[in-house]
């Protein structure tokens, strides 16, 4: 088994993120689950971890929730500020984020967290 470190952004009540924890459970893998609704990122660990996805910071914002409607649809942020609004509001961050090394992916669906395994 490697030893490259493994992290799991993870939302309990979402049942992506439970599922993409069930399938590395599978595996026999067990990542650090950082339940951002609880421990929010960072401003800079949100710019690192979108380094990881290949994506800007805008693109990691769940434009459905009504958060994001109520007080950013109709703003115009810089990724910065995208990176400030979402670890002020980590509701707004999509789900699950699975960091595996210098790697990441969005588990939507949940079996994109195996491409980096």
């Not at 942020?77 to 969005?106: K, M, N, Y």
């Amino acid at each position: 088994m490697s030893h490259t470190p493994l992290r799991l952004y993870h939302n309990a009540r979402c049942s992506k993120s439970r599922s993409a924890c069930a399938l590395l459970a599978e595996r026999g893998l067990e990542p650090e689950i950082i339940e951002y609704l609880k421990t929010p990122p960072s401003p800079s660990e949100l710019r690192e971890l979108c380094a990881k996805l290949g994506i800007a910071p805008s693109a990691l914002v769940r434009r459905g929730e009504a958060l994001f409607q109520e007080q950013f649809a109709q703003q115009t942020l810089t990724e910065d500020q995208w990176c400030e609004a979402l670890s002020a509001h980590p509701i707004l961050i999509e789900r699950p984020v699975f960091v595996c090394g210098d790697r990441a992916v969005i588990g939507r669906p949940p079996e994109r967290v195996l491409e980096l395994l």
